[in-house]
């Protein structure tokens, strides 16, 4: 497929997206969906869109309209999961999908150049201003709005961050696995580096992703331990493995502390770079999504307005709140207690594990998550002294 059937020398747009990631790829399925004569630019250095990436979420992190456009994404889905810890297990039935990078990009390929449109590969932009987008190889494209999400710059959470760190290995089992729905956390296993838990996706019946996953001080990440564990694991299991196929690996910011949202000089930043992520998560769906769907539903010239301003302050808000956990499950509690924390918070009713995940959390939540319902809970002591979490 042309990856640019307009012609050679069209050079103005509706929109323009920069980076070919999680955001802009969801932008442009929501431009489409809402505005389908809009004509849209996507512009990403690498030689796909949308990276080496399994994107899980919860189907209540996103509005049914949202599902409109999203739907195709998905690639596998589940009612419920279950979570482990060392005194209890307990199944949610709360419907998770999946998504892959190469479902991805092949859906918003082909959905992008169903209208007016181009994708471009390989292609780095330098610059980005009002209206314009300029090539390291010096073209410059025009459009009525850039939209720049070019990703996360870890550097700039240091100091205020904590990580979500893992390293995930998609295998092969020798006989069916017989696993039938994911385990969101199995902290059943030795703690170290903060909070540790084995996170499984059935994929199909022979194959599964396993990530050894830990909530940590430091991003730094030991790729090859951490594979070797996910290994030991799955033997452990009884899951022989007949071949690793895939690897992915993260190193997401958990900030307790975050710069505001940029929609200055007439560009909006979007994505990570713009904050438009779940900090206690350090996942992006459910508020890229969020975004998306808004910008999908006002025409180019209006994005940058009053509606946008109200967006952002509602993510502000729900930000705050995330904020406030990360602060008592980093800065408060002593790395080895995060897992009693989580293990706390897991014993919550659905609907407060449901707000949270979406992002859409209530006041009365937070202090249900970070103190818990007296006398049991996290009893704050001077910081000099350790924290005490009774699960
Ligand atoms: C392995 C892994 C698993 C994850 N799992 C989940 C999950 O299950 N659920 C979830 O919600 N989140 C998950 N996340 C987090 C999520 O992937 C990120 O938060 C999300 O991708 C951020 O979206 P973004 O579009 O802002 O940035 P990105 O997805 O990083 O996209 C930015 C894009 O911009 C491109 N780019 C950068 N600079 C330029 C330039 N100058 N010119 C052109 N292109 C440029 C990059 O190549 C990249 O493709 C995961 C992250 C990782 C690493």
């Not at 049914?64 to 999203?70: D, E, K, T």
């Not at 990570?272 to 025409?299: D, I, K």
């Amino acid at each position: 497929m042309p990856l640019d059937p307009q012609p050679a020398d069209s050079l103005h747009y509706d929109y323009a997206l920069v980076g070919g990631g999680l955001q802009n790829a969801l932008i442009a399925l929501a431009i489409r969906h809402h505005q389908p004569q809009a004509s849209i630019l996507l512009v990403e250095q690498q030689a796909t869109l949308g990276g080496n990436h399994t994107w899980c979420f919860h189907f209540s992190d996103v509005a049914p309209a949202v599902m409109a456009w999203l739907r195709p994404l998905v690639a596998h889905q589940w009612p419920g999961y279950e979570v482990r810890f060392a005194d209890f297990t307990r199944r949610l039935p709360l419907g998770y999908g999946a998504m892959t990078s190469a479902q991805l990009a092949e859906v918003v390929t082909k959905t992008v150049l169903c209208g007016p449109g181009a994708v471009l590969l390989n292609t780095e932009v330098s610059q980005v201003a009002a209206h314009q987008v300029v090539l390291a190889d010096g073209r410059t494209l025009h459009a009525r709005l850039v939209v720049d999400a070019r990703g996360a710059q870890p550097e700039a959470y240091a100091g205020r961050a904590g990580w979500q760190k893992f390293v995930g290995l998609e295998v092969q089992t020798v006989v069916a696995h017989g696993l039938v729905e994911p385990i969101l956390m199995d902290a059943q296993l030795p703690q170290m580096d903060g909070f540790r838990f084995m996170y499984v996706l059935p994929l199909d019946a022979h194959r599964l992703l396993v990530e050894d996953t830990r909530f940590a001080d430091g991003a730094d990440l030991d790729v090859a331990a951490l594979r070797a564990e996910v290994l030991a694991y799955a033997q452990h299991a009884g899951w022989q493995v007949a071949a690793v196929l895939r690897q992915e690996v993260g190193v997401l910011p958990m900030p307790w502390k975050t710069s505001e949202n940029q929609s200055n000089h007439g560009v909006l930043v979007a994505g990570m770079q713009g904050g438009w992520f779940h900090p206690a998560t350090g996942y992006s769906l459910a508020v890229a999504a969020r975004l998306a769907q808004w910008l999908g539903s006002v025409p180019p010239d209006q994005a940058l307005g009053e509606g946008l301003r109200d967006l952002e302050q509602s993510h502000g808000r729900q930000r705050h709140f995330a904020h406030a956990i990360n602060w008592a499950l980093f800065h408060l509690a002593a790395p080895p207690q995060r897992v009693g924390m989580m293990a706390r918070f897991f014993r919550r009713p659905e609907a407060i594990i449901a707000r949270f995940f979406a992002l859409d959390l209530q006041l009365l939540d937070i202090a249900r998550i970070v103190l818990g319902p007296p006398p049991r809970g996290m009893r704050w002591w001077p910081r000099s002294l350790a924290l005490e979490v009774t699960p």
